[in-house]
């Protein structure tokens, strides 16, 4: 019998622990889709950690499972069709997927907050900002509507919005990319909650624009001393700012490190063959090495290890065996059956 | 520089901003791109980089013909293509073919693929016989990398990546000379992407391609590109060969676009200075006197306000020659040592 990834659990991403207090821990979490062609299982047993302070990256192409992986954290899965199927997301300690709706809602915005990678559609566009960012004072802390204004007022300058105290009462179109991305940052910094989840946050922004925001964003953390998961499909951004990394694919996650050993030796060919792919800025090669291939479809994910009809160093027992998460160090795991031998290639 | 197949010299694309419904007036323009001057050789590849709104995809329409400019000259082996019409434009639209960046939007949901590849036949029915077409499309879905076999199948059937494919299959239909590609990748996963890139270096080869390749990312720019220009709000700030932009950038602009871009090493992260750029790109309709990056220019004097500079090889560079001595419209153009950043 092939061994089923459900016993085997996921790789455990545990980092190293003086950084400060566990914020939320995501344990063998599940989630499919039922749809009229079938079932597409999108997380398949994820499970990572965050500490306060701490930057995790979970990194994954579309269709890995990244973003749906952080909807049903922060509980803002469409249901139906989407549906949890297991697993626990305990965020200091308590399980988030066993609360009740209103005592999550509490939570959600004033202890963990998420910034969505389209900063166009997530705001009202009929409500100034200013109204937007102070409803969530008036919500959670039962503050008059002037105050709540004048808070937003404070929170546009701390995101460094210019002339913040004219441009309060102005609607989102009425902002650039950039600046409609800042004002998604403050209302999530609005009530200083201990972690951030922000999925794709700089993606449909201009490089430049791009390197204000992330910057913004590291300092923020660091300030607040918040944990920040960045779910994101640019290994470039990983690299700039994250402690550790999971790399999804096809709904798990088949290697997980600090960043700095993950980019000096991968422990995964996906890993591997995603570096190898990407043209550099710092260096002109030759032809790209392209992974072979496509990803999986959901709905009919390859048996044994899900990326072996690409992998390069597929062998008999990738075909049939779930790979476990083989612990590749204290702080580093790989969900491939030769590991070892990525690692040393 | 091998002789160029097309020369581009002052091209202006305004498009009218109007008020009014029935007496439209007009109340000023979106200089979307406004003066740009560039050649392509033959058998080379001109990348374009700029960021969202820069002009650099009005460019790609008015090189195949989509948009007409409002000033300024195409010419095509020496002809002037902008201000041919009927017969003779269609001529020369045969061997300027374009490959768009969306595959979800760029092929019809309702033809088959055998039809979409197939359709610049119709148009173009004196470049292969009505008989030979089935045979000819079949020979492209193969060169793109497509299984001929899948001819009758729709787009929806295909992943992005190979809808892209689909795509460069119909650019490639009509054996065009020139091929615009305007962010050909950007749309596709990072695995699928050096799938395609690697296509389209290999089809350059094979057919001989001058490929203008535009797009907003500078790793895949650098990767493709034999030259570079970077645009900034309608026009051309500095163009080079790609070991003059990426090794001695000298637009401050080019500089700071150079720094921001995230490199997938984090052992460079501590020891690199990225230069943060101020403000947003000003609004096109409203572009500032002089040079049009001095809004958020750390090297901007008053002279940057009074003068427009010229996109050439700046004097005090000349000399020095190497890589620094390539064209950079600025006043204050200079290699990067560090010290008068931001």
Redesign the interface.
Same mark, same amino acid.
Not at chain 2, 189 to 195: G, H, K, L, M
Not at chain 2, 256 to 269: F, G, I, K, N, T
């Given at each position: 019998m092939p061994l089923d990834a459900g016993d085997a659990g996921d790789v455990q991403v545990t980092g190293p622990r003086s950084r400060g207090e566990r914020l939320l821990d995501v344990r063998d979490l599940r989630v499919e889709f039922r749809t009229r062609d079938g079932v597409a299982r999108a997380v398949n047993g994820v499970s990572w950690a965050v500490d306060a302070g701490e930057t995790l990256a979970v990194l994954g192409e579309s269709g890995s499972g990244k973003s749906v992986t952080a909807q049903a954290v922060m509980g803002i899965l469409d249901v139906p069709p989407g549906r949890i199927t297991g697993g626990e997301v305990l965020f200091k300690g308590r399980d988030l997927l066993r609360m009740k709706e209103d005592e999550r809602r509490r939570i959600r915005g004033a202890e963990m907050a998420m910034i969505f990678q389209d900063a166009l559609s997530s705001l009202n566009p009929v409500v100034p900002v200013g109204d937007q960012l102070g409803e969530m004072f008036v919500v959670h802390r039962g503050m008059s509507r002037k105050d709540a204004r004048a808070r937003a007022v404070e929170l546009m300058d701390r995101v460094r919005i210019p002339a913040a105290r004219q441009r309060v009462g102005d609607y989102p179109h009425q902002f650039s990319g950039g600046m409609r991305q800042r004002i998604m940052i403050a209302m999530a910094l609005a009530l200083e909650p201990a972690l951030i989840i922000a999925d794709e946050p700089t993606t449909a922004l201009d490089v430049t624009v791009q390197a204000q925001v992330m910057d913004l964003l590291a300092e923020l953390r660091r300030e607040y001393r918040m944990g920040l998961v960045l779910i994101t499909h640019d290994l470039g951004v990983v690299a700039d700012v994250a402690d550790r990394i999971a790399v999804m694919y096809a709904g798990r996650i088949v290697e997980s490190a600090p960043v700095h050993d993950l980019y000096r030796a991968p422990a995964h060919p996906y890993t591997r063959g995603l570096l190898d792919s990407i043209p550099r800025l710092d260096r002109k090669g030759h032809a790209l090495h392209a992974i072979k291939g496509l990803p999986p479809n959901l709905m009919d994910i390859p048996p044994g290890c899900a990326f072996h009809p690409r992998c390069p160093a597929a062998r008999d027992v990738c075909r049939t065996d779930v790979p476990p998460p083989h612990p590749v160090d204290e702080h580093r795991g790989s969900a491939c059956h030769f590991w070892r031998e990525c690692l040393h290639d | 520089m091998t002789e160029p197949i097309l020369q581009v010299s002052g091209l202006y694309k305004h498009y009218p901003l109007t008020r009014g419904v029935l007496f439209k007036k007009r109340v000023g323009s979106v200089k979307a791109v406004d003066g740009v001057d560039f050649a392509l050789g033959k058998g080379e590849t001109l990348g374009i980089v700029g +960021?969202?709104g820069c002009g650099k995809s009005t460019v790609a329409k008015l090189l195949v013909s989509l948009e007409r400019p409002t000033r300024g000259r195409i010419r095509y082996k020496g002809e002037d293509i902008t201000r041919l019409s009927g017969r003779a434009l269609k001529a020369v639209r045969r061997n300027i073919q374009m490959v768009f960046q969306d595959p979800y939007t760029s092929l019809n949901p309702r033809m088959t693929v055998g039809d979409i590849v197939g359709e610049p036949y119709e148009i173009h029915p004196e470049a292969a016989p009505k008989g030979d077409r089935r045979r000819r499309v079949r020979e492209l879905l193969d060169v793109v990398g497509l299984n001929p076999e899948h001819i009758n199948r729709y787009p929806h059937q295909f992943?992005g990546?190979?809808r892209q494919r689909i795509g460069i299959a119909r650019g490639l239909a009509l054996r065009p000379e020139v091929i615009v590609a305007d962010e050909p990748v950007s749309a596709l &996963? =990072?695995? =699928?992407?050096?799938?395609v #890139?690697?296509l389209l $270096?290999r089809l350059q080869r094979e057919f001989e391609l001058s490929y203008l390749f535009i797009a907003?990312d !500078?790793?895949?720019v650098?990767?493709?590109s034999d030259r570079v220009g970077v645009m900034y709000l309608g026009r051309i700030v500095e163009i080079g060969s &790609?070991e003059q932009i990426?090794g001695r950038p000298t637009h401050p602009y080019t500089q @700071? !676009? /150079?720094? @921001? #871009?995230? #490199?997938? $090493?984090? +052992?460079? *992260?501590e020891g690199r200075e *990225?230069i943060? /750029?101020t403000? &947003? =790109?000003p609004s096109p309709t409203d572009v500032p006197s002089g040079c049009r990056f001095r809004t958020r220019c750390w090297k901007a004097r008053e002279r940057c306000a009074q003068e427009v500079p010229v996109l050439a090889v700046p004097e005090p560079l000349r000399d020095l020659g190497g890589a620094a001595a390539h064209a950079s419209a600025c006043h204050f153009a200079g290699v990067d040592h560090g010290n008068d950043r931001p």
């Open positions: - | +960021e969202s992943s990546g190979q &996963d =990072v695995s =699928v992407q050096a799938q #890139v690697n $270096d907003h !500078l790793s895949i650098r990767h493709i &790609d990426y @700071a !676009l /150079l720094s @921001a #871009v995230p #490199v997938p $090493d984090p +052992e460079a *992260r *990225r943060i /750029l403000g &947003d =790109v």
